[in-house]
């Protein structure tokens, strides 16, 4: 089992870009879904997460920027990151949480880098 992270790259300040998390013999809607990040330097971020049930919850540098969203048909995650700021810069990592068990999955991580 495992997820794979895809749609990270190099972008301008002000654009758009989206990840994506896809589940690999797992299925992803049984579990809640967070989106974290970790810049040069500085600890791991939540950034975004959603519960079974949909339920969206954002860190505050983000909200009204970045959405989180599933497709169940693709078994996978997204990021859509808008307006992205040179801060936004960093390897962001998706995580599987079980809502009743302790047991968690990491992806590998995707840069994404924000500079003009």
């Known amino acids: 089992v495992k997820l794979v992270e895809s749609g990270g790259g190099s972008v301008h300040p002000g654009e758009s870009l989206r990840l994506s998390c896809e589940g690999s013999d797992l299925t992803l809607s049984k579990y809640i879904m967070n989106w974290h990040r970790q810049a040069p330097g500085r600890e791991r971020e939540l950034v975004a997460s959603?519960?079974?049930?949909?339920?969206?919850n954002y860190a505050d540098s983000v909200k009204g920027r970045f959405i989180i969203s599933r497709d169940n048909d693709q078994n996978t995650v997204y990021l859509q990151m808008n307006n992205v700021k040179p801060e936004d810069t960093a390897v962001y990592y998706c995580e599987l949480e079980s809502a009743y068990t302790t047991w968690r999955l990491w992806g590998q991580g995707t840069q994404v880098t924000v500079s003009s």
């Open positions: 959603s519960t079974v049930g949909g339920v969206e």
